[in-house]
């Protein structure tokens, strides 16, 4: 079955500290790999996305995300972490063959200590 | 450009009865899908419209249904409102028909409540 992972559902990291956010996902065929972060109240805005090529995609707001298809994971980092990236993040698979149904993993919620 | 726009932000129903959101996509997309959010489940894709057909169906009882207009509008309905639907509905567009390989821009949201 075609799954997505987020094993971690709250982090809390201190103001200027690096960041990581794991994803695993199953999914059989090609995926294509995303991650969204969702402010409360607000809708979500992707950050990247991962459809082929190089394995480590550049985003929006200073993230990456690493693709490693042996490991089956699609981690978001962020060498130092702001106030304002206090948020919901989510990490999505899809495929062309399913158009806009994306799977979501369950999201992990990132607090920042300043 | 204008982003996804959804209306209404708010709604407040009582079981039983039925409702329709709106969603206007970023001009000059075509795609539009639905996702409904909820503390338990997560996100959970609904269905997928494209140039005014169904393209893809979330599991969802026959009570949620949708429809695209000719100008990429869309509206989705729920029936006989059970408290279990109350979620924040999200609607997302995208160019289409590239599928995943074009990204969904999501809305702000409808968040139902239903008493």
């Known amino acids: 079955a075609q799954s997505v992972t987020q094993p971690d559902i709250h982090i809390t990291v201190s103001e200027g500290a690096s960041l990581e956010l794991r994803c695993n996902y199953s999914y059989g065929a090609t995926p294509y790999l995303f991650w969204y972060v969702q402010s409360p109240g607000q809708g979500l805005q992707l950050l990247l996305k991962y459809f082929s090529g190089d394995t480590l995609v550049q985003g929006i707001k200073g993230f990456e995300a690493e693709f490693k298809r042996s490991q089956s994971s699609f981690n978001l980092r962020k060498p130092s972490v702001h106030w304002s990236d206090a948020a919901e993040y989510f990490c999505a698979v899809g495929a062309d063959n399913q158009g806009g149904k994306l799977i979501f993993g369950q999201g992990t919620e990132l607090s920042v200590k300043p | 450009k204008a982003g996804v726009t959804q209306t209404p932000r708010y709604l407040i129903k009582t079981r039983g009865q039925q409702v329709t959101l709106s969603c206007s996509p970023i001009s000059g997309h075509r795609s539009v899908s639905w996702y409904q959010q909820t503390p338990g489940q997560g996100l959970q894709f609904l269905f997928e419209y494209f140039s005014e057909t169904q393209r893809n169906k979330g599991n969802f009882p026959g009570r949620f249904s949708g429809r695209q207009f000719s100008n990429s509008r869309s509206e989705m309905n729920v029936s006989t409102l059970e408290l279990g639907d109350s979620a924040l509905y999200l609607c997302?567009?995208?160019?289409?028909?590239?599928?995943?390989?074009?990204?969904?821009?999501f809305g702000n949201g409808t968040r139902l409540t239903v008493t």
């Open positions: 997302a567009s995208s160019l289409g028909p590239q599928g995943a390989s074009s990204p969904l821009h």
